[in-house]
């Protein structure tokens, strides 16, 4: 059905393209044909007597004349039957470059519209999981009439679990959609670190994993709030990817801050899609998470005019490196 669609908007406008060229050439045929029509069909001004001094084989100068209108009209089969083929190759060459003038156009939008499918195609699918859990609990506690106190606890708890997942991922499912600039100005960063460093306290102290932060209050201009969320998703991925009772560190040197942890590394083959959205290497579809997050970095690093670098080494771990745009 999509390549359907692309092929009968390349069509179109093949059509649209071809259909100006066609006026064009159409216009400039008949501009030059009025012209040189007009040439042929000015009068001859001749005096009888230089004619015959000239060719005496002409008798009279209505001869002469009668050669040159044969002549002319002669010209005029030439000339329209020279500028139907011209036009007849031009369109045929324009046909053709419009085809892929058209498809080169189209390009952008259906990758882009492609994206847009798989996007919502995953979407649904991650969003499919907790609400069939949750749809199932219910169902299962409801045709359950002797469900105790403590287990309708239980399940109430688990709902809300699924319910946490659920708006953490419509939450970055709205943060990746949005487009709006953000407002920049002086942050410290040393403070955005220590945001993000306390968000994820408990997730950290869970593995026995130390958060090691090396930042010294330092300024630079940035947005506080999209400055942390970065910060949280790439710590977090740390802590997520790292053994237990290891260290992640934060840094700052050279204009550059840097997230390395002491994991297992990322394979070769993953890498160039650990920023693609939804996308999850083989290890970590056992974890929580939706394959939001690094996409989701990516995305606020850009509008913040900043770019993210990775560097992983198996088995001393991965470093994830923010800089300004070059």
């Not at 009439?145 to 991922?169: M, P």
Request: aromatic share 6%.
């Amino acid at each position: 059905m999509k390549d359907r669609i692309f092929s009968d908007a390349v069509t179109k406008l093949t059509l649209v393209y071809t259909t100006i060229l066609a006026i064009i050439c159409v216009g400039f045929s008949a501009a030059f044909y009025l012209s040189a029509n007009q040439e042929l069909n000015r009068p001859i001004h001749f005096r009888s007597e230089s004619i015959e001094q000239r060719n005496p084989l002409f008798d009279s100068p209505n001869e002469f004349r009668i050669l040159i209108e044969q002549r002319n009209e002669q010209m005029r089969a030439n000339l329209l039957a020279t500028l139907f083929f011209i036009n007849l190759g031009v369109l045929s060459l324009g046909a053709c470059a419009s085809y892929f003038l058209a498809r080169w156009t189209l390009q952008p939008i259906e990758k882009m519209t492609e994206q847009q499918a798989n996007f919502i195609s995953d979407a649904s699918h991650e969003l499919r999981t907790p609400l069939t859990a949750l749809a199932m609990e219910n169902e299962v506690a409801l045709l359950d009439s002797s469900l105790s106190k403590a287990e309708l606890t239980n399940v109430i708890k688990s709902n809300l679990e699924e319910t946490h997942k659920l708006q953490d991922l419509t939450d970055r499912l709205l943060r990746l959609s949005q487009s709006e600039p953000l407002e920049l100005s002086q942050v410290n960063l040393a403070l955005s670190v220590k945001s993000a460093t306390s968000n994820l306290s408990a997730i950290a102290r869970a593995k026995h994993i130390t958060i090691k932060n090396l930042v010294k209050p330092t300024k630079v201009t940035s947005n506080t709030q999209a400055l942390t969320d970065i910060l949280t998703i790439l710590i977090e991925n740390a802590i997520k990817y790292s053994p237990p009772e290891s260290i992640v560190t934060v840094s700052f040197a050279g204009n550059k801050l840097s997230v390395r942890d002491q994991g297992p590394g990322i394979a070769a083959t993953d890498l160039p899609h650990i920023f693609d959205r939804f996308y999850r290497a083989e290890p970590s579809r056992t974890s929580p998470g939706y394959g939001l997050g690094l996409p989701l970095a990516k995305q606020l690093a850009k509008e913040l005019h900043l770019k993210i670098t990775v560097e992983t080494t198996s088995p001393k771990g991965t470093t994830f490196t923010l800089e300004p745009l070059t």
